[in-house]
C-alpha cells in the first residue's frame, strides 16, 4: 500500500518542484537584447483537449498515473518521457490502492504524433516491488527535471528532496539538484547506466534544471530559486556538458552580461511556477515560456520574448483547464512539447487531489493533452 501521508502532502505542494524541455536554436546573443518587454496582445487563441492522445498515458496496464511530464527529443522518432511520483502496479490488474508509489519513473514515445505514438514505460525492480527508476540517496529521493541529447550522450536533472519534519512543513523540502549523464540513450532506459556527475551549487537554494536547451555552441540551462521560485540562467559550453563538465559555469548577470560570479547573478523571471517550458515560438518569432499559473485553480499561460536572456513579456492565458473549476482543484505541472505534432503548439499537465481521491478516481493524475491553434491578429 502506498504511504497515504505522502499523497495528502503531494497534492498540497507537488508544484514546488520543477523540471525542462531541449530544442537547438538559432545563436542569438544577449548583446542583441531589446528592453522593451514584448507584448502577446495581438495573438489569437484556439483551444482544445485532446483525448485521442491522453490515450497514450493509458497503455500500460502497470503504471496507473504520474506527475511532471517532461520531455525530451532523443531522435529519430524516439521521446523520453521523465514523470515524478508515479503509481505502478506489482502485476496488471492491480488498483491505485494496491500500487506503489516510485519517486521518479520513464517513458519512450515511438512516432512523435501522440494519437498516434506508442509508450512504454520503464522503472526500477525490486524481487516482488517497483521501484524509482533512479535511485534515492539514501533517505534523499530525486525528483525529475529535464534533459538534453548531445550527440552520442544523454544528461537529465533531477531535484533532490529531503523528508522534513518541522512543525507546519509539508513533510519534505528541497535540497539541491543532481545531474546524471548516459553514454548508451538509444538503448531502452532499463539498460542505461546513470553516471552522476559533479555539479556547481549542489544545495543551494537555486534548483537548476528545469529547461536545458542548446544554442550555438552553449547549453543553456534554467532553473529556480526557493522560495521566491525566480528563474535564473546558466551556460556551459556544449563540449563540456557532453563530456559531464559542469564545474564551471557562466551565470546571466543583467547588463554585466555572462560572468563566472556567481553573486552577480539576475533573474530572467520573477514568481514562475516551478514547473515550465522553453521552445521556438512556433509563428517564427522569438520564444515563448509555458507554465500553469495559480495554486489550485490555475491556468496554462504563456510568456514571449526575442532572446532567452529576455526581456520576457507578462503572461497571456492560453487554456483553462476544466479542472479547475471543479470541486477542490489541484492542477499543475503545465508544459509544452515542442518535439510532438499534431498543433502549433502542444501542452499538458496535470490534475491532482486528496489522498482518498487520487487513489480512487483514475480520471485524474495522469497528464492531459492539449491542442493550442496560436493565430496573429490583424
Same mark, same amino acid.
Given at each position: 500500500? #502506498?504511504?497515504?501521508?505522502?499523497?495528502?502532502?503531494?497534492?498540497?505542494?507537488?508544484?514546488?518542484?520543477? #523540471?525542462?524541455?531541449?530544442?537547438?536554436?538559432?545563436?542569438?546573443?544577449?548583446?542583441?537584447?531589446?528592453?522593451?518587454?514584448?507584448?502577446?496582445?495581438?495573438?489569437?487563441?484556439?483551444?482544445?483537449?485532446? /483525448?485521442?492522445?491522453?490515450?497514450?498515458?493509458?497503455?500500460?496496464?502497470?503504471?496507473?498515473?504520474?506527475?511532471?511530464? &517532461?520531455?525530451?527529443?532523443?531522435?529519430?522518432?524516439?521521446?523520453?518521457?521523465?514523470?515524478?511520483?508515479?503509481?505502478?502496479?506489482?502485476?496488471?490488474?492491480?488498483?491505485?490502492?494496491?500500487? @506503489?508509489?516510485?519517486?521518479?519513473?520513464?517513458?519512450?514515445?515511438?512516432?512523435?504524433?501522440?494519437?498516434?505514438?506508442?509508450?512504454?514505460?520503464?522503472?526500477?525492480?525490486?524481487?516482488?516491488?517497483?521501484?524509482?527508476?533512479?535511485?534515492?540517496?539514501?533517505?534523499?529521493?530525486?525528483?525529475?527535471?529535464?534533459?538534453?541529447?548531445?550527440?552520442? %550522450?544523454?544528461?537529465?536533472?533531477?531535484?533532490?528532496?529531503? /523528508?522534513?519534519?518541522?512543525?507546519?512543513?509539508?513533510?519534505?523540502?528541497?535540497?539541491?539538484?543532481?545531474?546524471?549523464? @548516459?553514454?548508451?540513450?538509444?538503448?531502452?532506459?532499463?539498460?542505461?547506466?546513470?553516471?552522476?556527475?559533479?555539479?556547481?551549487?549542489?544545495?543551494?537554494?537555486?534548483?537548476?534544471? =528545469?529547461?536545458?536547451?542548446?544554442?550555438?555552441? &552553449?547549453?543553456? +540551462?534554467?532553473?529556480?530559486?526557493? /522560495?521566491?521560485?525566480?528563474?535564473?540562467? +546558466?551556460?556551459?559550453?556544449?563540449?563540456?556538458?557532453?563530456?559531464?563538465?559542469?564545474?564551471?559555469?557562466?551565470?546571466?548577470?543583467?547588463?554585466?552580461?555572462?560572468?563566472?560570479?556567481?553573486?552577480? %547573478?539576475?533573474?530572467?523571471?520573477?514568481? +514562475?511556477?516551478?514547473?515550465?517550458?522553453?521552445?521556438?515560438?512556433?509563428?517564427?518569432?522569438?520564444?515563448?515560456?509555458?507554465? =500553469?499559473?495559480? &495554486?489550485?485553480?490555475?491556468?496554462? *499561460?504563456?510568456?514571449?520574448?526575442?532572446?532567452?536572456?529576455?526581456?520576457?513579456?507578462?503572461?497571456?492565458?492560453?487554456?483553462?483547464?476544466?479542472?479547475?473549476?471543479?470541486?477542490?482543484?489541484? +492542477?499543475?505541472?503545465?508544459?509544452?512539447?515542442?518535439?510532438?505534432?499534431?498543433?502549433?503548439?502542444?501542452? =499538458?499537465?496535470?490534475?491532482?487531489?486528496?489522498?482518498?481521491?487520487?487513489?480512487?478516481?483514475?480520471?485524474?493524475?495522469?497528464?492531459? &493533452? *492539449?491542442?493550442?491553434?496560436?493565430?496573429?491578429?490583424?
Amino acid at each position: 500500500m #502506498f504511504n497515504k501521508r505522502f499523497l495528502s502532502l503531494l497534492g498540497s505542494a507537488r508544484w514546488a518542484f520543477g #523540471f525542462l524541455l531541449c530544442l537547438q536554436l538559432a545563436p542569438w546573443s544577449a548583446t542583441q537584447r531589446s528592453t522593451k518587454r514584448p507584448e502577446n496582445s495581438n495573438l489569437k487563441v484556439e483551444s482544445r483537449l485532446w /483525448p485521442e492522445a491522453d490515450q497514450l498515458f493509458r497503455s500500460d496496464p502497470r503504471w496507473l498515473g504520474g506527475d511532471g511530464a &517532461f520531455s525530451v527529443d532523443l531522435g529519430a522518432g524516439r521521446i523520453l518521457w521523465l514523470f515524478g511520483d508515479s503509481f505502478v502496479a506489482r502485476k496488471a490488474g492491480d488498483s491505485r490502492q494496491a500500487s @506503489i508509489m516510485v519517486r521518479n519513473s520513464a517513458a519512450i514515445q515511438t512516432g512523435y504524433d501522440p494519437a498516434q505514438a506508442r509508450l512504454k514505460f520503464y522503472w526500477g525492480d525490486e524481487p516482488g516491488k517497483p521501484t524509482d527508476l533512479a535511485a534515492p540517496e539514501g533517505k534523499i529521493w530525486l525528483w525529475p527535471t529535464h534533459g538534453i541529447r548531445l550527440g552520442d %550522450r544523454l544528461l537529465l536533472f533531477y531535484s533532490r528532496v529531503a /523528508p522534513d519534519h518541522k512543525k507546519d512543513s509539508l513533510g519534505f523540502k528541497s535540497v539541491g539538484w543532481t545531474a546524471f549523464l @548516459i553514454d548508451n540513450p538509444d538503448q531502452e532506459p532499463s539498460a542505461w547506466t546513470l553516471r552522476k556527475i559533479a555539479v556547481p551549487d549542489r544545495h543551494g537554494r537555486i534548483i537548476m534544471g =528545469t529547461s536545458a536547451m542548446q544554442i550555438a555552441h &552553449f547549453v543553456y +540551462v534554467l532553473g529556480e530559486s526557493e /522560495p521566491e521560485h525566480d528563474v535564473y540562467l +546558466v551556460r556551459w559550453p556544449a563540449s563540456a556538458v557532453a563530456n559531464g563538465q559542469l564545474s564551471s559555469p557562466e551565470w546571466w548577470c543583467g547588463s554585466d552580461g555572462w560572468q563566472a560570479n556567481i553573486s552577480e %547573478r539576475r533573474p530572467v523571471m520573477r514568481a +514562475v511556477s516551478s514547473e515550465f517550458s522553453i521552445q521556438r515560438d512556433p509563428r517564427g518569432n522569438g520564444l515563448i515560456e509555458v507554465n =500553469t499559473q495559480g &495554486f489550485g485553480a490555475a491556468d496554462v *499561460v504563456m510568456r514571449h520574448a526575442e532572446i532567452l536572456e529576455g526581456p520576457w513579456s507578462k503572461p497571456q492565458k492560453l487554456y483553462r483547464p476544466p479542472e479547475s473549476d471543479g470541486p477542490n482543484p489541484f +492542477v499543475y505541472a503545465g508544459k509544452s512539447h515542442p518535439e510532438l505534432i499534431g498543433a502549433d503548439l502542444i501542452v =499538458t499537465y496535470v490534475a491532482n487531489g486528496s489522498d482518498q481521491t487520487l487513489a480512487n478516481d483514475t480520471s485524474i493524475y495522469y497528464p492531459r &493533452f *492539449v491542442r493550442l491553434t496560436l493565430t496573429p491578429q490583424q
